[in-house]
C-alpha cells in the first residue's frame, strides 16, 4: 500500500524512538545495505542457519536502524516496540497491496 520505507520510518515515529530523526531517504539506504547483508549472512530468511523468519527479520531490522544512525542507542523495551510494529505491519494485509490483475492471472493458470 506505501513504499516498505515509509511503513518503516512512520513506525519509528509510532514507537517513539529516543532521538530519531533520520529521514525516509536516510533509512532507504540503510534497508537496501541491511538487507543484502542479511541475506549474505544468513541465507532463505534463515532457513540455511536454522532460525525463524522472526528472529531473521529482527536481526535485519536492528540491522536498518543500526545503519540508519551508526549508533544504536535503543533500550530492548524501544526496540521491541518498534520490532513489534514493523513485524505486525508485514505480518497483516495492512502491509500489502493487491495487484490489479492478480487475482485473474491466478484464475487463469
Not at 515509509?6 to 532507504?28: T, V
Request: charged fraction near 30%.
Amino acid at each position: 500500500r506505501e513504499p516498505v520505507i515509509k511503513s518503516y520510518h512512520d513506525a519509528a515515529i509510532w514507537a517513539r524512538l529516543p532521538n530519531f530523526s533520520s529521514s525516509q531517504e536516510d533509512m532507504k539506504s540503510a534497508f537496501k545495505i541491511a538487507f543484502k547483508e542479511r541475506c549474505i549472512e544468513s541465507p532463505c530468511f534463515g532457513g540455511v542457519e536454522g532460525i525463524s523468519g522472526h528472529e531473521w527479520w529482527r536481526q535485519t531490522v536492528w540491522r536498518v536502524l543500526y545503519q540508519t544512525n551508526k549508533v544504536v542507542e535503543y533500550s530492548d523495551d524501544d526496540f521491541d516496540r518498534y520490532f513489534r510494529r514493523v513485524y505486525q505491519h508485514f505480518g497483516s494485509p495492512k502491509g500489502y497491496k493487491l495487484i490489479e490483475d492478480a487475482d485473474e492471472f491466478i484464475q487463469s493458470i
